[in-house]
């Protein structure tokens, strides 16, 4: 299939749902087609290629929205969704929120080839995959101490996307991802811990070397043997830029206009207040170059733009797509996203998190005592209030030094207050989506021994 495929694929829907009686339809059409390369002890253990293509349809009749998909792009299959869809739709609540942009709402700059997005390189081989992961394995297992690597990979994926509606929106664009990644484990019988390290780009010449990846994987994984249980008690907590993202993915749950407007968020009350400490700053960059959650529009073809979500520690907004965006009497933001299959909804995209005239440096030293956490284990966080426990492992420190790892233990706090007392280190990976560095929290609950 070619994209000129796609594109008859989504006028041919848009065309017999207007049809059939739908009031407004939009469509998504994606081509993908991937490689996944997997290797044990020197040798292909798996490979994998796929391609495929999806169409989802949603219609509106009658202020009632009802969506479809399939994997079959048959004319056939196109009249059975069309028919399908708007049986479906009949049947449907009444939702007054849900319904197309307007025409002057409509992005007018579609040409994403700008954010390089995609890599204009040639697909790379399944031979030169497997040499990446084979270099990655054999990279773990000179470390001293690793016993095994119970898997070292390497995959590419395109895949290519086509969008309409009949407000007359139409877009398309392409992306790709490369990626390597390796899981060591160290040590003997019940005493073996494991730890792994990954690097996903946009191109492939970003990667990083894949020695490199399989190294540090094996020395994470030495460094976490041997492990103990420190005293149950109050402590500060560094959590490190590896798992940081996560503590600010919790934040940007709880300003999602979804959660907003069911008033199930425990910030639902907190726009134009202090959340965070008045050094630190957050901002949405679509935009960004070679960046996976870059984009100029969104599913709804609303431009995007840049935007501070926090200014010195004060909530500026919501995350908002149309139908909340509508719900709150407010503007949307250009966060909608959707697949195949379901209906748009509020996300972000590219994240940065930063404390322009007031970070750290060296947060051990800062801390001086406490727990650094490099990896979380489960969850139990309470949308309404904020309360929150994580079951973590990572490494004790005395005087701003590692002592020893540690595992088998549970933090907890409130977001609300935990936020208001972060102190932002300076090792944010720039290349990623989400760019938070590691982050102090001044005082957590830690259950251990």
């Not at 007018?108 to 790379?124: G, V």
Request: with cysteine.
């Amino acid at each position: 299939m070619i994209p000129d495929t796609l594109e008859l694929v989504t006028q041919k829907l848009l065309d017999r749902a207007k049809s059939m009686g739908a009031d407004e339809a939009d469509v998504i059409a994606t081509k993908g087609q991937s490689i996944n390369v997997d290797v044990r002890n020197g040798a292909l253990e798996n490979a994998d290629r796929s391609e495929g293509a999806e169409v989802g349809l949603r219609v509106l009749v009658s202020q009632r929205q009802a969506i479809v998909s399939s994997s079959d792009i048959s004319d056939a299959t196109l009249e059975l969704m069309v028919e399908r869809a708007i049986a479906m739709a009949k049947d449907a609540p009444q939702d007054k929120y849900a319904g197309l942009a307007s025409v002057n709402q409509l992005a007018k700059q579609r040409d994403l080839s700008e954010l390089e997005i995609c890599d204009p390189a040639i697909e790379p081989s399944p031979t030169k995959l497997q040499e990446q992961a084979e270099i990655a394995e054999s990279s773990a297992l000179e470390v001293g101490g690793v016993s095994q690597v119970s898997g070292a990979s390497a995959s590419y994926g395109k895949y290519s996307v086509f969008m309409a509606a009949s407000n007359g929106f139409t877009a398309n664009y392409d992306r790709s991802s490369n990626s390597v990644s390796c899981v060591a484990i160290a040590g003997e019988g019940s005493g073996m811990e494991r730890d792994y390290d990954a690097d996903t780009r946009v191109y492939q010449s970003d990667l990083r070397p894949s020695d490199e990846i399989g190294r540090t994987a094996g020395l994470r994984a030495v460094e976490r043997l041997n492990p103990r249980r420190p005293a149950t008690g109050n402590y500060p907590v560094i959590y490190d830029e590896r798992i940081s993202s996560g503590l600010v993915g919790h934040f940007l749950s709880a300003i999602n206009g979804a959660a907003i407007t069911r008033g199930s968020s425990w910030l639902k009350d907190s726009l134009g207040k202090q959340v965070l400490p008045r050094t630190c700053k957050l901002v949405e960059n679509p935009h960004r170059l070679r960046a996976g959650g870059s984009r100029l529009f969104d599913s709804e073809g609303l431009a995007t733009k840049k935007r501070e979500i926090l200014s010195k520690g004060v909530l500026n907004g919501w995350t908002l797509d149309l139908a909340s965006a509508r719900k709150l009497g407010m503007t949307p933001t250009g966060n909608s996203s959707r697949s195949v299959s379901s209906n748009p909804s509020p996300t972000n995209w590219n994240i940065e998190l930063s404390s322009p005239e007031d970070y750290c440096d060296n947060l051990l030293s800062e801390m001086r005592n406490g727990l650094l956490v490099t990896s979380l284990i489960g969850s139990t966080i309470n949308p309404n209030t904020g309360d929150y426990s994580r079951g973590v492992s990572g490494f004790w420190v005395e005087d701003g030094q590692i002592c020893y790892p540690v595992s088998e233990i549970t933090i907890a706090g409130n977001l609300r207050d935990m936020l208001k007392k972060v102190i932002l280190g300076n090792d944010a990976q720039r290349h990623l989506s989400y760019v938070v560095p590691s982050i102090l929290v001044e005082d957590m609950t830690l259950a251990g021994s």
